[in-house]
C-alpha cells in the first residue's frame, strides 16, 4: 500500500497528544536506566582502578550480561520485574551499564601519570582532578545515545514508548506511524548526542585536548559554558522525572 505526503502529516496530527505522551515516557524511561548505570558503574569503574585484581572479572561478568540479546534479557527478567516499565528500564540499564563501566575504568588508568601531578601541581582537588582530568565523558553519551534506541524494544515489554507506535505501524502495515515513531526516537537519540556533546567538551581540561583544539578560553568562560551545560543537564533530568511522576 502506497501512502503520500498527506497520510504522513495527517499522522501527527490525528496522534499528536500520544506522540507526546510516549516520547516523555521513552525519555524518562532511558533517563532513568542511564542514571542508575550512572550511580553503578562510575563508581565501581572506579574502584577496579584501584584494585587491579578485580578489573577483569567485572569486566568480564559485564560483557557476559551485555552479550545476551535483547529479547532473551526480556524473557529472563520477566519472573523478577514482571511485564511493565520495571523490566524495560532493567534491560536498558544492562546495555548502559557496560559502556559506562569500561570507559570510566580505562578513561582512568590511561591518564598519564604527569597529567595527574600538573592537576595536583596547579592545586586540583582529589574531586576536581576525578571531574576534569580522569573522568571520561564518552562512555555517558555513548549509552544514553544507544539506550534512546534499546528502549523502542520496550514495547515487546508492555512498557509502550516510541517503540510501541513502531511495533503497532509494522503489525498493521501502517508506515507513517511506524515512521512517526522512528523518527521521534532518532530526534531525541541526536538531541542527547548534541545535549551531552557540550557538557563533555564543557567538562574536559584543555590539557588533555589535541594541539590544534586548545583554544585558551578565559576561566570565566570556561565556567560559563560548563555551568550552562550541566544546568541543560538538570533540566534534562527534571524534566523526566516529572514526566515519569507524572505518567505512573
Not at 507526546?20 to 542511564?34: G, I
Not at 584501584?50 to 572479572?57: C, D, G, I, M
Not at 523518527?183 to 538531541?191: C, G, Y
Request: glycine share 8%; hydrophobic share 55%; charged share 15%.
Amino acid at each position: 500500500m502506497r501512502y503520500a505526503l498527506s497520510d504522513y502529516l495527517e499522522i501527527y496530527v490525528t496522534k499528536w497528544d500520544e506522540l507526546v505522551e510516549e516520547f516523555l515516557r521513552h525519555l524518562s524511561m532511558t533517563s532513568l536506566a542511564v542514571l542508575l548505570a550512572l550511580v553503578i558503574g562510575v563508581p565501581l569503574g572506579i574502584f577496579i582502578t584501584r584494585h587491579k585484581k578485580l578489573s577483569a572479572v567485572v569486566i568480564a561478568v559485564a560483557n557476559v550480561m551485555q552479550s545476551i540479546p535483547c529479547m532473551a534479557l526480556l524473557a529472563l527478567g520477566i519472573p523478577v520485574f514482571g511485564i511493565g516499565e520495571k523490566l524495560a528500564v532493567f534491560m536498558v540499564f544492562v546495555y548502559a551499564f557496560l559502556p559506562i563501566l569500561k570507559n570510566t575504568y580505562t578513561g582512568i588508568a590511561g591518564i598519564s601519570p604527569v597529567s595527574l601531578e600538573v592537576a595536583r601541581g596547579i592545586g586540583l582537588t582529589r574531586a576536581q582532578q576525578l571531574t576534569r582530568v580522569e573522568l571520561p565523558m564518552s562512555g555517558i553519551r555513548i549509552s544514553a545515545v544507544s539506550a534512546v534506541s534499546t528502549m523502542t524494544i520496550a514495547a515487546f515489554a508492555g512498557a509502550n514508548g516510541l517503540g510501541w507506535f513502531i511495533v503497532l505501524g509494522m503489525n498493521s502495515r501502517n508506515y507513517p506511524l511506524t515512521l512517526m515513531g522512528a523518527v521521534a526516537a532518532s530526534v531525541m537519540a541526536l538531541a542527547l548526542d548534541f545535549l551531552l556533546g557540550r557538557v563533555e567538551k564543557a567538562v574536559t581540561s584543555e590539557g588533555l585536548l589535541p594541539p590544534d583544539q586548545i583554544k585558551k578560553l578565559s576561566r570565566t568562560v570556561r565556567r560559563r559554558r560548563r555551568n550552562v551545560a550541566w544546568g541543560l543537564c538538570v533540566a534534562l533530568i527534571g524534566v523526566s522525572v516529572l514526566s515519569y511522576a507524572a505518567l505512573i
